[in-house]
Each structure stands twice: as structure tokens, then as C-alpha cells.
């Protein structure tokens, strides 16, 4: 029996028209039908209802779904559950595939003789060889921040870093039947160099060892890449300089933040289990395991952790072999008192910020319903950091990170003299740099219990709240407790001011150079 009308029956999908893939309404639907509140205007009725009272067909699918603020609902009505519709949408793995694909046009494909050409700077010194998912130098986010961090100290090192990435991105691994022609684009000291096969890659590595040049590989995120070709530079590079990142949840499931159908966290369970047979990415997994652990079975890497839980989650769920497992985090906090204590700010809203890219999973669905909600206009002002181009009531303010300011983030949050920062992510999260962001700028966290090394970190650092869900979230947004931490966080940030040590991240490992 089905749980909601199907929008199938009707002539046009007014879902998609009037609504977003979030349920919020879309730009020009909130000027013509919802008042800035976002309650009906006075003609929506008219337009919606039939004069007898009954809701017209076409509009019914979204009438009758889980409502928002301010929008009527049909008595009676069984209302359908937002993940649904994400359901209904999502594709199956290989599906996925095929919509990431796209037509390769790098602009040089560089033979194995023009990469030994470009790597001249490197011979009889030292490599840096990083394997990632994406174009550090370019892309925004967290693990590109590790990568322009690390650049920067293996050139000050005396080193040279070369990053490779997928020249084609993929959501999954590359396939078995590459047979080494899985294209690659490199990148020495932050500048591209053009792109190459990864067997005229491993090629080159090791003409360079025979050279007598020192090479140490960081793997820092497979997406994309085939481990079976990554796993050929052992070959030339002892184990004891190879390092494997757990960014996220990749080594062990194709869903990087080993979530069910992109939807509930799963906690990697036997491949076998009946949660892996109802999941998009559970007969992938199969593979995927079994690839990953001949990867590991050949390198033997060290790896390193950026928090305690999530190594401890690493080791309950997987075998692979390692030399060891470490914890390294990307970023320590100590909070030092003034010498002349600043005056604390007085202004009577409280400012309430999400930071960085505006996903489902990183929780910025919550915060935009947050900021549309009437309820707390006058008592937030609701502020978003990010580059993204985004439609919500909050202001934006553009942060870019850059070689030259990879703190660009916890300066604009001081800046702005932010009070609080929601951080509510649907998966448990490895280490969470925003976190930390907002922590060194002078803001206090606001987190789910499912948030991992967030909700570790609040915890350790009594600097927020930790909340079970979004009811337990409006409730304390609604209090007076909300507006008492905003005065807690306040008075610290005229009373002290935060230092934030960087960690060496691969190189406290790896070491120096020759």
C-alpha cells in the first residue's frame, strides 16, 4: 500500500516545481505564495483549496507531505517522510558511475620520458608522492586544506610534492580492467604538469629510486583511483615511507561516510548482513573489500588517524595489515587568558553560523529551515561561511582558503564575532577541521550525539552541547539555555584568546628528507 500519493498520477509534478529536493520552496514560490515568515499569503488558499474545501489534485502530493512551518495540511492526510523522495531518486551504484563519467580532455599527456623530464627538480633528493580524489589546489574542504598544509612543509623540508588525482572522478574505484591506463593528473609543488597513465607513473617512480631518489607515498583518498596500480609502487618504496589517511570511511565501503543509501549510518556491518543487501553500494562493498585488503596485504602502511574514535572504529571493523596505526590530528587548541580583557559583545542577537559546503550530510538542510523558521528571526542572526553559491535567508560570507591563509576560516569567524556554530552532520565525522575552525575563531559548538570526533570534542572541551535531535535542537534554540551559552561564549572570547597548533600531519611520520 503506498505511504503517499504518487506524484506519477498527476499530469505535472508540482512537487518539483514549486519545491526543492530539500522540501523548502523555491525562490520564486516564497515571493508569490509565503510571506518573508513563511507563512501562506492570503491567496494561497485560493490557489491550493477548491471552494469546497477540498485540496486540488495537482497540489496535493506536497499538501500532504511532512509539512513545514506555516504551510495548512490536510486532516486526515498520511504524511510521507522526506527520506523517501531521496529514496525514489537515489541510483543504483553503476548508474552513478555512468552520470560522474565524462569526456577527458586534459590539456597534455605527458609519456613516461616527459614526466622523468618534469621530475628533475626531485632527483637525488626527495619525493613526496600524495594520492587524492580531486584538485587540491582548486577544490574547497578539508582534506584539500591537509594537502596545501603539507605541500607547503614538505617544500620547506627541502622536498618536492607530487600530487596525483583521477583525471576521470568516480564515486567508487576505478575497475580492475584498467590494466594501468587509468589516467592521472599531476601536480608538483601546487602546479599541474598535465596528466599520464599510472603505469608511466609507477614507471618513472621507479626509475627515479634507481636514481638514488628518496620517494614516500601518502594516500590520502582512493576515490577514483585503482588500488591494484597504486599498490605497484611498493615496488620501489620501502613500507616504512608509505602512510594511509582515514579522511573518512572509504578503505572499508564505497560510501565514504558508510552511510545506508546515502541516508543512516551504518557502522560497516558484515558484508553479508541484510543492512549490505539493501544498500546501493552493498554489492560494490563485496569487491571493494576484496581489493582493499590485497592493497593492504602488498604495502603494509602505516595509518594514521586524525582522532581517537576513529581509529578505534577502524580497528573493530577491519583485518588489513598494517606496520601500525596511529593517531594524528590535524589540529590542537589551547586557550590562553588576555594580559587586558576586551569587552565583551553586547549585541542582543545571537549569532549563529553553519561553515563550509552546504550539504544534506553535513547538516545544512537543518540550518536552513532554522533560518527560515519565524520563531527565531528576532533572536539569531544566522550566518553561513562558505564559497558555494547558495538561496537562504542567512547572510554569506565567502571564505577562501589559500596557500597563504589556510586559517582564512577561523579568521572570518572572529571576524564576524560568530557566538555559536551548528554543526550537525548525518554521519560520524573522522575529525571535522570546521570544528576546529569555529572553536579557534571563539565559537562554541552545537552538535547531534551521532556526530563522532564532534561530538568527542565538544565533550573533552565543554565548549557547546551535545543534543539527541532536531526536536532536543529547536527546544534548546527556543531556551534560554541557547542565549546562556552565546554569553558563555562571549565572555571567554574577551577574557582569552586561542592559539591552534598544527600538526606536521604526514610528515611527523614520515620525517624529513635524504
Known sequence: MPISPRVEDFKLNWNTVFFRSDFEPRFLVRLLIFRRSRTPRRY???LVYKKNGNIRPAFRPWVTRTPLHGLPVLDGAVVQHPHVEFLNRLLPLPEQV?????????????????????????LHGWLILSVSHDNYTKVPGGVQICLLRE?????????????IHPAQPLPCLAPESDNGDTPVVLILDGNVLGSCSISDLVGAIGDMTRLDTKVSLIIHQLLGHNPEQIAQLGKYIDSKDIVVWLHDYFMICPSVRLQRN?????????????ACGICVYGEERVHHLRRMKKFFATLAPTVISPSTFTQDLWVSRTSFRTTKILTVPHVSLAWEKRHDTLESNKAPRIRLAFLGTPARYKGWFVFDRLSRDPRFQDKFDFVVFTTSKIRSEARKVDVQISHEMTDAMARAIKAEQI???????EWPE????TAYEALEGGAWLITNESSGNVASTVERLKRGIILTDEDALTAFLSSDASHQMAEMARAERAAFTVTAAKSRLSLSVLGGGK
Open 151 to 163: 605541500e607547503r612543509m614538505a617544500r620547506d623540508a627541502g622536498g618536492h610534492y607530487l600530487n
Open 44 to 46: 494561497f488558499k485560493k
Open 98 to 122: 555512468e552520470a560522474w563519467k565524462r569526456s577527458i580532455a586534459p590539456t597534455q599527456v605527458l609519456a613516461k620520458e616527459e614526466v622523468l623530464r618534469l621530475l628533475r627538480p626531485a
Open 262 to 274: 546515502d541516508l543512516a549510518f551504518c557502522g560497516a556491518p558484515d558484508v553479508a548482513s541484510n
Open 430 to 433: 573522522t575529525f571535522a577541521l
Open 419 to 425: 557566538d555559536l556554530v551548528l554543526h550537525w552532520p
